[in-house]
């Protein structure tokens, strides 16, 4: 890197209708204001090839997929974003903000699913090596909450048209995560006002920012 300081590497997550994408947003213009170069993006996609593979992992016309399918797509479509963009820019001394990552997979796809966690965390270390996200924000809210946000925003996707059930497992796996790993969560109250959320959000940003100068 010649002396560059490597970027920052911040994941975004939560179940449907969390407010990721916006609170996203927000961290990008706190970051950008102390002077860093950041880039945004997001799972499944961030490249070419990973936003044709989110085509076809949330298009609902699709026959029913095997969970199999589902879990192997993401991460192919993560190599493709890990290797083409998120380390690229890392490695350039940029932050790269992300809606999900790895997390997702556990949640969604691990709690969600019901696949068995170590057969994903074989995944992780196939495609990511020791590479980890250094800070998560976790959006939490009622899952009845977040759905009625997300049907009110747009057409449900694919796995949008899951059962609560499905979305509680994956609520609840976040929230595990977190628990096993504080340090490098933080959870955020997304059931109230954006002003709020924002507020929480901004404090936890701007700690961070003080941590690394």
């Known amino acids: 890197m010649s002396g ?10 939560g179940v449907e209708g969390a407010g990721k994408t916006s609170n996203l947003q927000h961290a990008k213009s706190l970051i950008e204001a102390t002077g860093k170069d950041v880039v945004i993006s997001r799972e499944p996609g961030g490249t070419e090839v990973g936003e044709r593979i989110r085509e076809v992992l949330l298009n609902p016309d699709l026959p029913a997929m095997h969970s199999d399918t589902e879990l192997l797509l993401m991460f192919a479509a993560r190599a493709e974003h890990y290797q083409h963009k998120i380390l690229p820019a890392l490695e350039a001394g940029q932050w790269v903000l992300c809606d999900r990552f ?11 699913r019901q696949i068995d966690q170590s057969r994903i965390r074989e995944l992780e270390a196939w495609v990511l090596g020791d590479f980890r996200v250094d800070q998560t924000y976790l959006f939490d809210l009622p899952v009845e909450i977040g759905l ?4 009110a925003r747009s057409a449900a ?10 979305f509680e497992r994956i609520r609840l796996c976040y929230l595990q995560r977190a628990e096993h790993e504080p340090d490098r969560f933080t959870v955020v109250d997304a059931s109230q006002s954006l002003d709020n959320v924002q507020a929480q959000l901004s404090r936890a940003v701007e700690t961070l920012l003080e941590s690394v100068g």
């Open 4 to 13: 560059r300081q490597r970027g920052l590497f911040l994941t975004f997550e």
């Open 148 to 151: 009625s946000r997300a049907k």
């Open 157 to 166: 996707d694919r796995i949008e048209q899951e059962q609560v059930e499905f």
């Open 102 to 112: 790895t997390d997702a997979s556990f949640a969604y796809q691990g709690g969600g």
